[in-house]
């Protein structure tokens, strides 16, 4: 009889050892599973991420340097056409104001659905640095608009353009930066 007991006591452990490990195995492949899953979803993020990152940072290049190329003009252009224009009057004010801010208009166009993509994809420190760049854009374009002759406060100067202009490498380095530790940062198991 206690070869009997024994025996059942065996059979009866080696169930229970063979449940737990099938269990212990279910859940070891299913943690498996999941932590890969995460890996090739944030291996997906970040080249949607880079993408987004290098289409947003090219379109907000292309509107800076037509708001530069503008400031050029502005100066000399503006008042020139104030000048020698004896007449100058509404009218001309009205379509010099409206081509400015038809360009300047298309020209941030361009930069929003690209702000919003980053803004989608995140994560919020490189969010940040692309509001600011948009934000600089934005200033840009309305100190021009008010330095638009007969649109603006009398004596408006382009002061604002230039500070806001001057700003803009550093807030670009900073975009730049967040995006690189961003893109640098390897998927792990277990992150969001």
């Not at 993408?51 to 020139?80: G, M, P, S």
């Not at 224009?85 to 081509?99: K, L, Q, T, V, W």
């Not at 995140?122 to 692309?130: I, M």
Request: charged share 25%; hydrophobic share 40%.
């Amino acid at each position: 009889m206690s070869d009997a007991v024994g025996a059942v006591v065996a059979a009866i452990a080696a169930g229970v050892f063979g449940i737990v490990g099938t269990f212990a195995g279910i859940y070891v492949g299913r943690r498996q599973t999941t932590d890969q899953a995460q890996v090739e979803h944030g291996q997906w993020l970040r080249g949607q991420r880079q993408e987004a990152y290098v289409q947003f940072l090219n379109a907000w290049e292309e509107a800076l340097t037509q708001c530069r190329e503008y400031r050029k003009e502005a100066d000399e252009y503006w008042h020139l056409m104030a000048e020698q224009i004896p007449d100058f009057d509404g009218a001309h004010e009205e379509a010099m104001y409206e081509s400015v801010a038809n360009d300047m208009q298309q020209a941030l166009a361009k930069v929003q659905p690209l702000l919003e993509r980053v803004q989608i994809l995140g994560p919020t420190r490189v969010e940040r640095a692309a509001a600011e760049l948009n934000t600089t854009l934005v200033d840009m374009q309305k100190n021009l608009l008010l330095n638009v002759p007969g649109y603006g406060p009398a004596g408006t100067s382009l002061e604002e353009f230039d500070r806001a202009s001057s700003w803009a490498p550093e807030q670009r380095q900073m975009f730049v930066k967040a995006s690189r530790d961003v893109m640098r940062a390897a998927p792990r198991p277990g992150e969001g």
